[in-house]
């Protein structure tokens, strides 16, 4: 009989497999310098999926349980959040996911190869309401520039969150970098929430703004960092 888990109603994706096939999934040792040697972290090339801010694993969890075909790689700068999440990691057998405790802007600027992400997933970055804080927003120019450098060529980058005036920030910038569309609805793969807060945000009935960027063909890193060099001296952002 499968053991499933369930957070507030909602399974947890995979199933708890028998402790002889249980995996370790936390990344602990990071380089002091130079990128992540991910072909020796996974024991093979395959396409890369990078979750930022990954909170307890949900949505790399699912993913990584439905597309085995790939290699997925969730952080998040809370190592208690890192240490339940990789738990379940463990005990689903994912030998195709890492967890790592690293914030979101490192990990895109200094440990992940250029070109080596096929998507990278932002659900619900902190909005910092106050106006003295909004300098600590991690979607900003430079940040989507380094996202720019990580991802392959034609790589995308979804994104969403529960507060409208950061949406409107977010959707204005992701737009001058990606090819990039608003989602209307909730994502076919988990239409209950792929993540924690989504699944609390939508029974509270808070809107949820989606959406999703492919990388076009004529952009690179540094066409990329003079955009961001040309916004960042606006202000927009």
């Known amino acids: 009989m499968p053991r499933i888990e369930r957070e507030m109603g909602v399974p947890i994706p995979g199933e708890i497999l028998p402790q002889e096939k249980w995996v370790q999934t936390a990344l ?6 130079g990128y992540l040697p991910l072909e020796e972290i996974f024991g093979r090339s395959a396409p890369l999926i990078v979750d930022l801010g990954c909170g307890n694993g949900r949505f790399s969890l699912g993913s990584a349980w439905s597309r085995k075909e790939m290699d997925h790689l969730a952080a998040d700068i809370l190592p208690v959040v890192i240490r339940y999440a990789t738990r379940r990691g463990n005990q689903r057998g994912l ?24 998507e990278i997933h932002c659900y619900h970055p902190q909005p910092h309401d106050d106006p003295r804080a909004r300098s600590h927003r991690l979607i900003t120019p430079l940040f989507l520039a380094h996202c720019i450098r990580a991802l392959k060529p034609g790589g995308a980058f979804f994104v969403q969150t529960d507060h409208a005036g950061y949406w409107s920030v977010i959707r204005e910038l992701a737009g001058r970098f990606f090819l990039f569309n608003e989602r209307i609805g909730r994502w076919n793969d988990s239409p209950k929430g792929r993540t924690r807060r989504e699944i609390h945000s939508l029974k509270k009935g808070l809107p949820i703004y989606r959406g999703h960027g492919v990388v076009p063909p004529d952009m690179d890193w540094v066409k990329a960092r003079e955009i961001a060099g040309k916004l960042d001296s606006t202000g927009l952002g």
């Open 95 to 118: 030998s195709n996911l890492r967890f790592l405790v690293s914030d979101a802007y490192r990990l895109v600027r200094e440990l992940l190869p250029p070109g080596s992400a096929s």
């Open 28 to 33: 602990k040792k990071l380089p002091t310098s």
